[in-house]
Nanobody, 112 residues
Framework: QVQLVESGGGLVQPGGSLRLSCVVS????????MGWYRQAPGEQRELVAS???????DYADSVKGRFTISRDAAKKMLYLQMNSLKPEDTAVYYC??????WGQGTQVTVSS
C-alpha cells in the first residue's frame, strides 16, 4: 500500500518561501504521475503542480514562476518549492500520486 506523508508547512509572511516535502513509501520510478494539490477553506481542492513519470511538469497559472515541483527518486521524495508567497496561497497542501493516493495534508498560512 502506497503511503504519502507531507511536511514543511507553516506560517510565513507574504513574499516569503517554504519548501514542502512528501515521502513516498514505494519506488517512485514506477510510471505514475505525482503532484501537489491545495484546498482553501470553503473552496474545492485544486491542482497546484504535477510531475509525470517522464519528468514533465505542469503548474496552475496562479503559481507559475513562483512554485517548483521536483522529485528525488533515490530518497523517495517529492518536493514543492514555494517562493514569493501570497496570502491567497493559504491552504492545506496535499501530496498526490496517480490515480488516487493522498497524503494527510500540511497547512500553509501566508500572513503578516
Amino acid at each position: 500500500q502506497v503511503q504519502l506523508v507531507e511536511s514543511g508547512g507553516g506560517l510565513v509572511q507574504p513574499g516569503g518561501s517554504l519548501r514542502l516535502s512528501c515521502v513516498v513509501s514505494v519506488d517512485i520510478f514506477r510510471p505514475y504521475s505525482m503532484g501537489w494539490y491545495r484546498q482553501a477553506p470553503g473552496e474545492q481542492r485544486e491542482l497546484v503542480a504535477s510531475i509525470s513519470s517522464g519528468g514533465s511538469t505542469d503548474y496552475a497559472d496562479s503559481v507559475k514562476g513562483r512554485f517548483t515541483i521536483s522529485r528525488d527518486a533515490a530518497k523517495k521524495m517529492l518536493y514543492l518549492q514555494m517562493n514569493s508567497l501570497k496570502p491567497e496561497d493559504t491552504a492545506v497542501y496535499y501530496c498526490w500520486r496517480y490515480p488516487s493516493t493522498w497524503g494527510q495534508g500540511t497547512q500553509v498560512t501566508v500572513s503578516s
